[in-house]
């Protein structure tokens, strides 16, 4: 049954009126599901436009307050039926009824207006704060006009201005800056468009003239420096270095102190582009007294850039706390991220690929991808990186230290190295004098072009790599050994999987796994295959056990009488076996054979009569399937007389 005629709305916005007007949205929704129901009987009930005028009649629909009655008009003159606006001198509220604008309430206005006149004032004060801490060198008093010269001086003086208030931005729009040796200040930001299209370009210059870094900071106080959504165009193509052959010196941001006591603090580089870069793309150095830790930087990101086409290194610093994630690096000539003295540094899901083709200028040739040098006692990680074509994928190395301050407690993690281009004798994960230091998860493939997939040696000063943990790598296509591991103190290898490693043939060592002049050798649950000579060598070591490997090529151990190997699989063959095996005596039966399932002619073993009637005097002797028995004597008649333990090895 119809609900209408709907409640009429009194002239205060009180309960009674929220009551009538929640009551009538529930009898028109009756109405209509009514009318819906009876459509087909009754087409002609109510139209679309009777329907609409009826829900018009009840609905408010607020829009922005203007300041008094006669704004209404002007503010909002084309208002449409159930619009509702409050006027801030009165505080009343109008509807739009019937054409015109009806008052249905009346409020104080004075809390509203408050509110209002704060919110007003504080956008102006951020928008007059921005006007002044954000400078365009494009606009005056600057008035950079990009016509291709060098218009570093103009570029200074709004660095410099923005100095003289504290900091500030400098908005870079779009276009290409020719510039160099622009010096940089604390709590400055300098921000392009897009890296695409905001350009700091280096002037073209002669090899012999005076070299400048593009953006710098020299042996003073910086802290938060910002630079983001810029490329820096390096320029060493039109610097005199090609024709001339002369090794560029310069980089191309540098912030670095030569002198104690000042510090380098929250310096962030993010969503930037360097492309034709000198010597450094980016550089960020404290003072390195006498191989002591550089205290005095901290805080450093770059994250998010694109390296391309770098002369020296793309990314080389030092400090405390540096975070470099999610950058691409192509065609850098030397190191692709250089990171020497740390505490705390993350290299994390950073792409480095390096064409051996390229037609760029090379001095270097693409020695290293990452070289994480931490000489420190807290945690570092590289991980998660994919690294193609460098002679070196990954190298931890203390720096020529004379003590045992090499990587400690660091990660190496979950990163791709591969060198289908590449010929090198080095490995692609090259541990130098590290210490504590896990090797974990990582995919080596060196194409059958590199000599090793992961190198654990002594660094160049004699320190020792000690506690390093190589632990389920994937190392595949190696010429010389997958896993070689020289001088190492309490070295573990476990649960790697090797395959093509040392298949080559090559000069030794030509084993899968190579350990040479080791204390405390561990090498368990690795997977073996395909080794040239040996899957696993081990020689000169003192203390070691080799245990529950699968191979598919023999143990060789030389000159190491304390290392030792139990439970190992060659070729689906156990290295060892032990059991207990019973026999019955017949009076006459001299001779008795026990199986060892070796697959091969045990190199030793032992056994042992564990019964009185078995403790006769016995020959041993083993052949390619059984331990031999003889009795001197036959043994006597009996049931299940015999009884041997027995232990062999191959």
């Known amino acids: 049954m119809s609900k209408w005629p709907y409640r009429t709305f009194g002239n205060f916005f009180d309960r009674v009126f929220r009551n009538d007007l929640n009551q009538n949205f529930k009898d028109i929704e009756s109405d209509f599901q009514e009318i819906k129901d009876d459509f087909n009987k009754v087409v002609d009930t109510v139209s679309d436009e009777a329907f609409n005028k009826v829900v018009g009649s009840a609905k408010l629909e607020w829009l922005p307050p203007v300041n008094t009655f006669d704004d209404l008009s002007t503010t909002y003159p084309n208002a449409t039926e159930g619009k509702t606006v409050m006027t801030k001198d009165s505080g009343k509220i109008y509807r739009f009824t019937d054409l015109v604008w009806t008052e249905i309430q009346e409020i104080d206005p004075s809390a509203i207006n408050e509110v209002d006149a704060?919110?007003?004032?504080?956008?102006?004060?951020?928008?007059?704060?921005?006007?002044?801490?954000?400078v365009n060198p494009r606009q005056p008093p600057f008035n950079v006009v990009l016509d291709g010269t060098n218009e570093a001086t103009k570029i200074q003086l709004a660095l410099d201005y923005l100095n003289s208030r504290g900091g500030g931005i400098?908005?870079?729009?779009?276009?290409?800056?020719?510039?160099?040796?622009l010096v940089v200040y604390s709590n400055i930001t300098i921000k392009g468009v897009h890296r695409e299209s905001t350009v700091i370009k280096r002037p073209n210059r002669a090899s012999t003239d005076t070299q400048k870094f593009i953006l710098y900071s020299k042996?003073?106080?910086?802290?938060?420096?910002?630079?983001?959504?810029?490329?820096?165009?390096?320029?060493?193509?039109?610097?005199?270095?090609?024709?001339?052959?002369?090794?560029p010196t310069i980089q191309d941001v540098m912030i670095r102190n030569d002198v104690s006591g000042y510090t380098i603090k929250n310096i962030k580089i993010k969503n930037c582009k360097f492309i034709n870069g000198t010597n450094e793309a980016i550089g960020v150095h404290g003072t390195y007294i006498n191989g002591d830790l550089c205290h005095d930087v901290q805080n450093i990101e770059v994250s998010d850039c694109l390296f391309k086409d770098i002369y020296g290194n793309a990314i080389f610093m030092w400090g405390k706390d540096i975070v470099i994630n999610n950058?691409?690096?192509?065609?850098?000539?030397?190191?692709?991220?250089?990171?020497d003295l740390s505490i705390n540094t993350t290299i994390t899901n950073n792409i480095l690929k390096y064409d051996p083709n390229h037609t760029g200028y090379k001095f270097y040739d693409g020695v290293l991808g990452i070289a994480a040098s931490y000489y420190s006692q807290m945690e570092s990680i590289v991980s998660d990186n994919h690294v193609v074509d460098y002679l070196i994928g990954i190298k931890a190395d203390p720096v020529h230290v004379t003590t045992d301050k090499g990587a400690k407690t660091s990660l190496i993690?979950?990163?791709?190295?591969?060198?289908?281009?590449?010929?090198s004798a080095d490995g692609l994960i090259h541990i130098r004098g590290a210490s504590k230091t896990k090797v974990e998860g990582n995919i080596i493939d060196a194409y059958n072009k590199h000599g090793y997939g992961i190198t654990i040696i002594k660094s160049e000063d004699g320190v020792v790599p000690k506690e390093i943990d190589v632990v389920n790598n994937s190392i595949y296509n190696t010429l010389r050994s997958g896993i070689h591991c020289v001088d190492g103190i309490d070295i573990k290898i476990s649960q790697n999987t090797l395959v093509d490693c040392g298949k080559s043939g090559q000069a030794y060592p030509t084993a899968s796994i190579f350990a040479l002049a080791?204390?405390?050798?561990?090498?368990?649950?690795?997977?073996?295959?395909?080794?040239?000579?040996n899957s696993i060598q081990v020689e000169n070591s003192t203390r070691g056990l080799i245990s529950n490997n699968y191979l598919t090529q023999p143990i060789n151990i030389i000159n190491s009488p304390t290392v030792y190997k139990k439970r190992n699989i060659i070729a689906g063959n156990p290295t060892e076996n032990e059991g207990f095996s019973t026999f019955s005596g017949t009076g006459s039966q001299t001779t008795f054979s026990i199986p060892h399932g070796l697959g091969v002619q045990p190199k030793g073993g032992v056994v042992t009569p564990c019964t009185s009637d078995?403790?006769?005097?016995?020959?041993?002797?083993?052949?390619?399937?059984?331990?031999?028995?003889?009795?001197?004597?036959a043994p006597v008649t009996g049931t299940n007389n015999l009884k041997f333990s027995w232990f062999v090895f191959s």
Do not use: M, W
């Open 614 to 633: 078995a403790a006769n005097h016995i020959y041993v002797s083993f052949d390619s399937t059984n331990i031999n028995i003889v009795f001197k004597i």
């Open 413 to 423: 993690k979950g990163n791709i190295i591969t060198s289908p281009n590449r010929t």
């Open 170 to 181: 400098l908005l870079l729009p779009k276009g290409v800056y020719i510039a160099e040796g």
């Open 118 to 134: 704060r919110l007003t004032s504080e956008l102006a004060e951020k928008a007059t704060d921005l006007e002044q801490r954000a």
């Open 327 to 339: 950058n691409k690096f192509y065609n850098v000539d030397d190191t692709g991220i250089g990171v």
């Open 219 to 247: 042996d003073k106080n910086i802290e938060n420096f910002y630079l983001e959504d810029v490329t820096i165009d390096g320029n060493y193509k039109n610097l005199g270095y090609v024709t001339d052959g002369v090794k």
């Open 518 to 533: 080791n204390n405390d050798l561990f090498i368990s649950s690795n997977k073996v295959k395909n080794s040239n000579v």
